[in-house]
């Protein structure tokens, strides 16, 4: 322990002499019972979508509810908190800063979760926002909400959740976070990326050390269900293989989703793209639930997704300094250049581009990837000028993480020999005329000349009849050679899986609760948007949000 805080290493690591992953000081306890859980509803009980889902997601599942557990120990708490992500953490903490033994297992070495790799959530009527004068009246963005998404959302949640956010931000500022004000008052940052873990462990040595554990390396597989259907506890993994059963008044899940498990991604989604979130999350935690009779929602299959990315950029990385090395991912959010699809048809106003849902979405509902196309006129006009000499009046909104140091009018030296290498590697195409580039990149010929020369039209007479993008955003494409730029997007994690209310109860085939069982973060994201994420700091408010206020209606039970 330095400076009276435990370290890192200290607070998480097992104890030997306990004979189990245990850690802060509740050993283990004595059996009492085992249950295999519960079977899925019986199929009269259940919808003709639910019934075709369950045959479409079958070999996708990872099949951790159909393992054989020995079961070597068994633990006793109040709550059983299955994920260590935000939300989780979020819901150990409040609960056991309100009283409650709280037992919070974790798959990975690491507490925090994708939150450890986000920017930072919607902040209404915090105290960053009264700080800056600012106090937002949510009715009218919920009733905008709920119509944007055709009314098949629940409402109260999403009125609950943009209610409580800033009361939630304001709870986790008192424990140590300095949020900064961030794109305005209603938005705010979270403390640097290295600082987040050890604010989460602080708050978990504080609030759950004194009765309670935090396991890590350990894999919720299996939840306990009694004679009546309720969830009374959960059947978990070590690292070394021992089977642990953790006996709880209450379980909820905050496994954060599957967006991991590839093959379930494809199945619903009906997309391939790239995965930005973690690759640990591959659906164990609805396994869990949907097997003790959760309902799969109707609108299962939504992802996140959230940024335009190159293919161009792993493969070119170590050829070239960061900022050329970015040069085509810079162009994926460029609103000057044309768009097309696989075929060569244009697909949308390139100034979507600007909004990275927009973007991300738009580009998947034609397919897992898309062309930015590129002409040796602009190429020179970038050289020389830089993106100021497109047109390009704001830093275009690349991730941070990829985003290099530059300005709008730095020239970009050398992206002939950036976009030749582009093409040697695989991730983009090249031909002297639009029709040698429509056959290099497998696109329909006829279709991409159509376009090519709708769009010169466009450009010269400033009126983009097609999607009616702005004159000021319309460049003639010139003479050739011309370049093809593979663009993808890029998913942070599924969204949704689980139906839940505003107690965050997860709810069976009636809507009704399994008695036990809860759910927070993505998971617990069905009832807030249709079929897919579109908001912008939302899902970190939700994953903030919804640990806060489960916390606090399990610590008050």
């Not at 068994?74 to 953490?89: F, N, P, Q, R």
């Not at 034609?366 to 009046?393: C, N, P, R, W």
């Not at 097609?466 to 998913?491: C, D, H, T, V």
Request: proline letters at 4%; a negative charge; one cysteine or more.
């Amino acid at each position: 322990m330095k400076n009276g805080r435990i370290s890192r290493r200290a607070f998480l690591a097992g104890s030997a002499t306990m004979g189990a992953a245990t850690v802060l000081g509740l050993s283990g306890c004595a059996a009492q019972g085992t249950s295999a859980g519960k079977a899925e509803p019986e199929s009269e009980g259940v919808q003709d979508w639910a019934r075709s889902l369950n045959v479409d997601i079958a070999s996708t599942l990872p099949g951790n509810t159909s393992e054989d557990i020995a079961v070597e120990e068994t633990k006793e708490c109040d709550i059983l908190v299955i994920g260590g992500g935000c939300s989780g953490a979020n819901t150990a903490i409040r609960a056991g800063e309100l009283g409650k033994r709280v037992i919070l297992v974790e798959k990975t070495q690491t507490i925090g979760g994708a939150s450890n790799k986000s920017s930072g959530p919607v902040a209404y009527n915090s105290k960053y926002a009264k700080e800056a004068g600012v106090e937002t009246d949510i009715l009218p963005i919920v009733n905008e909400w709920v119509k944007d998404s055709h009314w098949r959302v629940d409402a109260a949640s999403i009125q609950q959740l943009l209610g409580t956010v800033g009361e939630a931000i304001d709870w986790m500022s008192g424990n140590g976070w300095e949020f900064q004000p961030w794109m305005g008052p209603t938005m705010v940052k979270l403390p640097d990326y290295d600082a987040r873990e050890g604010l989460f462990l602080a708050a978990l040595e504080k609030f759950v050390a004194p009765s309670g554990e935090v396991l890590t390396e350990a894999t919720g597989k299996q939840l306990v269900v009694d004679e009546n259907g309720a969830v009374t506890g959960a059947i978990v993994v070590d690292k070394d293989g021992k089977g642990i059963q953790i006996n709880a008044g209450s379980v909820v899940i905050a496994t954060g989703g599957y967006a991991g498990n590839r093959e379930m991604v494809k199945t619903v989604f009906r997309f391939d793209g790239v995965l930005g979130g973690l690759p640990q999350n591959i659906g164990e935690g609805l396994e869990m639930a949907w097997k003790a009779g959760a309902q799969k929602p109707q609108n299962f299959g939504g992802q996140m997704l959230h940024q335009t990315l190159a293919r161009a950029t792993d493969e070119i990385k170590d050829d070239f300094d960061d900022f050329p090395a970015k040069y085509p991912m810079i162009l994926c959010y460029v609103a000057q250049v044309l768009n097309v699809g696989a075929t060569g048809a244009r697909f949308r106003n390139e100034e979507l581009v600007l909004s990275a849902c927009d973007s991300a979405n738009s580009s998947a509902y034609q397919g897992s990837f898309h062309y930015v196309v590129v002409s040796k006129s602009i190429m020179d006009t970038l050289e020389s000028q830089g993106l100021a000499g497109l047109g390009v009046e704001k830093s275009p909104g690349l991730p941070p993480a990829y985003k290099p140091k530059f300005e709008l009018d730095t020239p970009w030296e050398g992206i002939a020999d950036v976009l030749d290498k582009m093409v040697e590697k695989g991730a983009g195409y090249k031909g002297d005329t639009p029709q040698e580039l429509a056959e290099a990149a497998g696109m329909d010929p006829d279709i991409f000349l159509d376009q090519m020369a709708r769009y010169d039209e466009y450009c010269e007479t400033g009126i983009d009849s097609q999607f009616g993008k702005s004159a000021a955003n319309l460049i003639a494409y010139g003479e050739g050679p011309y370049y093809i730029i593979i663009s993808e997007e890029n998913s942070l994690g599924s969204w949704g899986g689980l139906l839940t209310n505003t107690d965050y109860q997860v709810l069976d085939y009636d809507r009704l609760p399994v008695k036990g069982l809860y759910a927070v973060g993505n998971e617990a994201g069905s009832c807030l948007y249709n079929d897919t994420y579109v908001g912008s700091g939302v899902a970190m408010a939700n994953t903030i949000t919804s640990g806060y206020i489960c916390g606090t209606k399990l610590g008050e039970d």
